[in-house]
């Protein structure tokens, strides 16, 4: 079966501006999950949602927003972008089934350069 | 709370060589453990993965075992290749599978 697929796999932007990432998960995985990646500070949680609804958040400020569809595609949001946004933005999938162990499966990211 | 602490790298290691990469982690009730591998400018793969204490997980000749006694889930390998190169990740998903936790990672460099 396809994996999550990330769009685009890179992206130049200009301080200031926004920029909007798409995610689609692997069929019938229900739970969407974005996270940063820089090399100084590693993986960072941002958000998780579930059946359309944003169950888990980061640390991150406002400026960073998510949604899902009803087809559980997900897209996530940067206004404003800022130098220190430049990461690959990573997004994963997961049935999220209680007392199963089931890991995440990760996107190939979105590099994002801010200039 | 939760949290996982791994060894920091790199780790240098020449091929056909035996690794090891140490794994702790910080966790209430009964998590489950994985091992995640990122190659450059890839996403993170699932390499392997325990559910409960005891459990074994192995994948492409790496295993790694849940133990709950000294809350560890060290990975390793009997021969790593120039391949494996790469940098891995140890995660604890909490017992209610509501967040994941992430270590820091480690870079493996392995030389011909």
């Known amino acids: 079966k396809a994996g999550v697929t990330q769009t685009p796999r890179y992206l130049i932007k200009t301080r200031g501006q926004q920029v909007t990432l798409s995610c689609s998960p692997i069929?019938?995985?229900?739970?969407v999950s974005w996270y940063q990646q820089t090399p100084g500070q590693g993986l960072q949680f941002l958000f998780e949602?579930?059946?359309?609804?944003?169950?888990n958040k980061g640390n991150f400020p406002g400026r960073f927003s998510g949604r899902q569809f009803s087809n559980s595609r997900s897209e996530m949001n940067v206004s404003t972008l800022e130098l220190g946004d430049s990461a690959l933005y990573l997004c994963?999938?997961?049935?999220?089934?209680?007392?199963?162990?089931?890991?995440?499966?990760f996107g190939s990211g979105t590099r994002l350069t801010v200039v | 709370g939760n949290s996982v602490t791994q060894m920091e790298g790199p780790v240098t290691l020449s091929e056909e060589a035996f690794l090891t990469i140490n794994c702790t982690y910080t966790?209430?009730?009964?998590?489950?453990l994985f091992w995640y591998v990122q190659y450059p400018g890839e996403g993170l793969q699932l390499l392997l993965k325990?559910?409960?204490?005891?459990d074994k997980g192995s994948n492409k000749g790496f295993e790694a075992t849940y133990r709950k006694e000294t809350t560890s889930f060290h990975l390793e390998k009997g021969s790593v290749q120039v391949s494996d190169s790469a940098v891995y990740f140890c995660?604890?998903?909490?017992?209610?599978?509501?967040?994941?936790?992430f270590g820091s990672g480690t870079k493996l460099n392995v030389k011909p």
């Open positions: 966790a209430t009730g009964y998590p489950s």
């Open positions: 069929s019938g995985h229900r739970s």
């Open positions: 949602y579930f059946s359309e609804t944003q169950r």
């Open positions: 994963a999938s997961r049935t999220l089934t209680r007392g199963h162990g089931d890991g995440y499966t």
């Open positions: 995660a604890l998903s909490d017992q209610g599978f509501n967040k994941f936790y």
């Open positions: 325990a559910t409960k204490a005891d």
